[in-house]
């Protein structure tokens, strides 16, 4: 799962993320909530550190629990 909360001035960055989680399969939860059954972990990575969104962007694995 991929939390993002971008600001404003960096919109473009942020379109750039939106685009790209959608061409690896990425799921929209929420505008700024993104999940996927796929591991991207490295790639998600190099992208965040590559556009310089560290400070705006959080990774999480997990599993749905509910509805099962």
């Known amino acids: 799962m991929?939390?993002?909360?971008i600001?404003?001035?960096q919109a473009g960055?942020?379109?750039?993320?939106?685009?790209?989680l959608k061409l690896?399969?990425?799921?929209?939860i929420q505008k700024?909530?993104?999940?996927t059954d796929r591991d991207h972990r490295t790639l998600l990575i190099e992208?965040?550190?590559d556009?310089?969104?560290?400070?705006?962007?959080?990774v999480y694995e997990g599993s749905?629990?509910?509805p099962g």
């Open 64 to 66: 749905r629990l509910f």
């Open 47 to 49: 992208l965040i550190a």
């Open 32 to 35: 700024s909530v993104w999940t």
């Open 13 to 20: 960055k942020r379109r750039q993320l939106r685009d790209i």
């Open 51 to 58: 556009l310089n969104l560290g400070g705006c962007v959080e």
């Open 7 to 9: 600001p404003e001035l």
């Open 2 to 5: 991929v939390i993002f909360d």
């Open 24 to 28: 690896w399969g990425f799921k929209q």
